[in-house]
């Protein structure tokens, strides 16, 4: 279940300016994503690019604690992975990928869909 946070406060240090924030989420695992606004990208084919990054300090179940994922957005339903990068608790990196996925279709209740739906009909 995803649910949105309610405030965002000084316990993500990587935000500086909560101004900034365009979109945050946390999901049932407590990992927690947000979107800064400078690094949201409309292009000409209707597409959103973002660049989420990831909170995942409370979940033991993964061996990285931050993330980077940068998304293109078809708004049309699907979506396409073409980097992703994590780091653990001393800031190395714990794997790193550039590239391009096929376009998966988006499902419903995921945090993709709530992206998608906050940027792309912002566009229409």
């Known amino acids: ?6 405030l965002l406060q000084n316990s993500t240090s990587d935000i500086q ?3 900034e924030v365009v979109w945050a989420r946390q999901t049932s695992d407590h990992d927690r994503y947000w979107i800064m606004r400078h690094e949201l990208r409309y292009e000409g084919s209707g597409s959103v690019v973002v660049w989420m ?3 995942h300090r409370s979940n033991p179940s993964v061996n990285y604690r931050t993330s980077l994922w940068r998304i ?4 049309d339903g699907t ?3 073409t980097a992703v990068t994590t780091l653990d608790a001393r800031g190395n990196q714990v794997s790193s990928w550039d590239g391009y996925q096929s376009s998966t279709y988006i499902r419903p209740g995921t945090i ?5 739906k906050g940027f792309c009909l912002q566009r229409r």
Request: charged share 20%.
């Open 1 to 6: 279940m995803i649910v949105a946070l309610a």
């Open 17 to 19: 300016d909560a101004n």
């Open 53 to 55: 990054h990831g909170d």
């Open 72 to 75: 293109r957005f078809a708004c």
């Open 79 to 81: 979506m396409q992975l």
């Open 112 to 116: 993709y869909e709530s992206i998608e």
